[in-house]
Nanobody
């Protein structure tokens, strides 16, 4: 079991950048693959990025490919999502999620979720 807390969201102008953090506690963090999902108002939750348990592999949604990096520091029990060249369509609540297996693009395959951090991109 692991508890997740996201931080780093906020208001940012189009073209700006944000680094979101997902801090884990209560479990052996390195045994969990971590993913970021986002949910815009009135829309379904979408996959953004994922990183494997030891950070060896990463996956990104087409919508953020080339603008986004994901990394993890298992000593600090934290995963980071850096999003650059932000667009208004990136506006959403961003959630991190964990599963004690390999990465997945599917939200229902993740067992643990944070409460989310809100990102608003204005032009």
């Amino acid at each position: 079991q692991v508890q997740l807390v996201e931080s780093g969201g906020g208001l940012v102008q189009t073209g700006g950048s944000l680094r979101l953090s997902c801090a884990g506690s209560g479990g052996t963090f390195s045994t969990f693959a971590i993913a970021w999902f986002r949910q815009a108002p009135g829309k379904e939750r979408d996959f953004v990025a994922a990183i494997s348990r030891l950070g060896v592999s990463e996956h990104f949604a087409d919508s953020v490919q080339g603008r986004c990096t994901i990394s993890r520091d298992n000593d600090k029990n934290t995963v980071y999502l850096q999003v650059n060249s932000l667009k208004p369509e990136d506006t959403a609540v961003y959630y991190c999620a964990a599963r004690p297996r390999g990465t997945s693009f599917l939200d229902h395959e993740y067992d643990y979720w944070g409460q989310g951090t809100e990102v608003t991109v204005f032009s």
